[in-house]
């Protein structure tokens, strides 16, 4: 894909002398309020390799690459690119010194095609002509794309273009850019599992040039796959930096978790699965920008785990919304235990025992102002124990807080304290321990373990085994397929709108299920 | 609380510049104020006086932006409230029935007309998500030409129609003695009265605290002012609390606009240097964001803003700046306003980094 006349910059001595660093932070430190995001941190990485930032949620490894970018100021240490001491007052000056980033969550104009977009805000080239050279711009970008066999359309718009395409526009984005170092947060989380495998392989192609590649992550095979050496970031610090041919995965989670920690095994659930909780019958729900499910048909029994996988984006949220009643189906039927619910009621949906843990644990399943305890009296202040007629029981109200703080273990000052203070994991304990506490017929759980640590994952799988041994039928939706192999009893794939598979979780493959994702589409075959 | 407080010092002090640059000198003009507004002999009653509509209307702003429902609509229900009260007023008021009752009836008609008002932005809110405060905003405007013409350009019920001024110069008609509200006499600063108004007012206020924090009303108010999709999430009626705390807000701007009728007018003022001078209705959003939508400290913050008001009144003359009250007041609100900043971020110094000769040396 390279041809001979590539620029190669920095690459290895011949002689197999070390490779010159590309980038060299030493002494990073970082605070924020009640926090240090990274607390002396070193980091080298040289050109031609590509090196993983291997650390769980929260251990900083997306501050650093924010002070990297030019987001943040560090507070104390220093940068150096290529040797030399840099100092980045915002992202513009990292562009200008050759560090391009791809975020987790894009920056890309959803209205402008892929060619404006990779153009946006640069100063140089065809950029810097008043008059918008379409053309030259799109013939470029098609250069570019074509090069590293990143296929897109440079005319496309940014919203006809699945999320794996946009990833390819970011990266295009920073490759227009002439980016030597290309550091990427968290790039496989919105991939099929072929995908992630297409991705790689370009990775190592532009490492193969001389540039220099972060890939933060907090996967482990992933890391193994496709990372030259890495580093391992925990509660902030640097704690090593190994090569990954040495290292194992098993390795690599001891350093990332400071303990010897299970791999996501599957647990066998010897739970009688008993009679059908949840029912689709051929639902299809609007979403903002036209159908987000169509005709979709499911069932959960309970004890049972179904999964639902997919990329995100694929009408998961709106199939979740409308278990809960907070969209109403524009056909169809959801029916808990045989009763079909009011359609766009969440009322109803929560009285016929349906529990909900949203993705969006702050913005919908939680008032972030309002304190602990208000948020676990959030669905149940209209009972009698809580209310005695219009009038709250402030000291029900307080008491039940304390009582499930302790039981779910959640580490806050105190039931006053405001939600928003607490760290992702004790909110989602808080959303949980509310849920749970109502005693459902159905969970539904989207995304229950995004951005949490270690820890607060095994807590939250443990409570999703506890659900479904006693009784519930767990409906879990994940873009984790690792999650969804050690929990789930059927996994069910999400491709536009439309459950386009049901598996054995028992007798799965990956790859099956992989191509599933994409809608039977093999982008390795591009 | 630090906040508030520091936003009012602030606000002292630019305005202490500005008597400065206009050859005045600032704490001898505070200290006229402070006497004019509380210390004076019947300064206290005039106090009261000022207060009592910005309570209502610093209430009404509370009660709804509480909820981030900003009805910017106070003024104009009051006028609508003032309208309606005076309308029980002259009706009850003349029938021959009991003081009580045509008062009673008064009360309740300001507030009726208030939460109508108010209820026309509430329902072009709750179900068309049109903002409310444009429309809230608007219908000020046709309040106050309704107002004009009840009494400027129609012989409606509420214009004075006989004696002699009436051909001079168009009134309302004056409230029949048993439908005046009466006042309470307190034996300070040589008595002062204390207007029923006043009382219903600090009854509104504990009313309204009550409400909000103790009831699953006010925990629903709470939960959909911070966040709106947690509770549609949580199964909370959205539209039927808009519909509510609106109307709620516009009794009480209504109540306000009863009792100017009831307690100090005694008719249907409306006089473009009046009651509509006054722009009791945005003043009293002034007095609610100071109070920060706590009803109980409105009361307090209402206070002391009529105090200003009241000082402004009195000491107007060729020796003290006339626009100064007007330019605290503003100062307050800009203030009170960015000190919001204050309280959301935090401001740090950072020095900027070594020059490029050390780490050249460093190297």
Known sequence: MADAGTQVIGRRGADGAPPSSAVEMRGITKRFPGVVANDRVDFEAAAGEVHALLGENGAGKSTLSNILTGLYRPDEGEILVYGERVQFASPRDALDAGIGMVHQHFRLVEPFTVAENVVLGDHRGEGRSFRLRRRAIERHVAEISTRYGLHVDPRARIWQLSVGEQQRVEILKALYREARILILDEPTAVLTPQ???????????????????????????????????????????????????????????????GRE???????????????????????????????????????????????????????????????????APVEGLVRVRGRALRPGDPRAAIAAGVAYVPEDRLGTGLAPSLSIASNLALKAYREPHVSRGPLLRLRAIRE????????????????????????????????????????????????????????????????????????????LISEDLDEILALADRIAVMYEGRIVGEFDARAADVEEIGLAMAGGHDPRQD | MVVPAGSLVFAFFASGLVLLATGHDPLGSYRQIFDAAFVNTGALGQTIVSATPLAFTGLAAAAAFRMRLFNIGGEGQLYIGAITGAA???????????????????VVAGCAGGAAWALIPGVLRAFFKTNEIITSLM??????????????????????????N?????????????AVWPEATVHVQGGIGLPLGAGIAVLAALVLWVLYRRTRFGFEVQVLGDSPRAARYAGMRTRRKILAVMAISGALAGLGGASQVGDFRHTLDADPNGMRKQYYGYAGIVVAALGRYNPLAVLLVAFLIGGLQNAGNTLQG??????????????????????????????????????????????
């Open chain 2, 88 to 106: 029980a007023g002259l009706y009850f008021g003349g029938s021959g029935s009991s003081s009580a009752f045509a008062i009673a009836a008064m």
């Open chain 2, 166 to 178: 009436a051909t001079v110069f168009p009134t309302g008609k004056p409230l029949p003695a048993s």
């Open chain 2, 139 to 164: 219908l000020n405007y046709v309040a106050g030409y309704l107002l004009t013409y009840l009494v400027f350009n129609t012989e409606s019920y509420w214009r004075q129609t006989t004696g002699f």
């Open chain 2, 318 to 363: 060729a020796d003290f700046p006339s626009g100064l009250v007007g330019v605290i007041q503003g100062l307050i609100l800009f203030s009170a306003l960015g000190g919001e900043l204050l309280v959301r971020y935090r401001l740090r110094l950072v020095r900027r980094a070594e020059t490029p000769a050390a780490a050249v040396e460093a190297a």
């Open chain 1, 195 to 257: 995908e992630a495998e297409v991705l790689f392989a370009t990775l190592r192609e532009m490492a193969n040039e001389g540039r220099t590649v972060v890939f933060i992550s907090h996967k482990l095979h992933e890391v193994k796959a496709v990372a030259d050496r890495v580093t391992v970031l925990r509660g902030g610090r640097s704690i090593a930096t190994v090569s990954t041919a040495e290292a194992t995965q098993r390795s690599l989670a001891a350093l990332m978790v």
């Open chain 1, 400 to 475: 039940r807080a304390v009582e499930l703080i302790a039981r779910y273990r959640i580490a806050a000052p105190g039931p006053h304290a405001q939600a928003r203070q607490l760290s992702g994991g004790n909110l989602q304990k808080v959303v949980l321990a509310r849920e749970f506490s109502a005693r459902p017929q159905l969970l539904v759980a989207a995304a229950p373990t995004r951005g949490l640590d270690v820890g607060a994952i095994e807590s939250v799988h443990a409570y999703v085994r506890e659900a479904a041994a006693e009784g519930m039928g767990v409906l």
């Open chain 1, 261 to 327: 920690v299970a791999t996501t095994e599957r647990v066998e659930q010897a739970t009688e699965k008993g009679d059908v909780v949840l029912e689709l019958e051929l639902c299809s729900v609007a979403g903002e920008r036209g159908p987000a499910v169509r005709e979709a048909s499911l069932t959960v029994r309970s004890g049972e785990i179904v999964a639902i996988a997919g990329v995100a984006g694929n009408g998961q949220r709106e199939l979740a919304e409308a278990i809960a009643g907070i969209r």
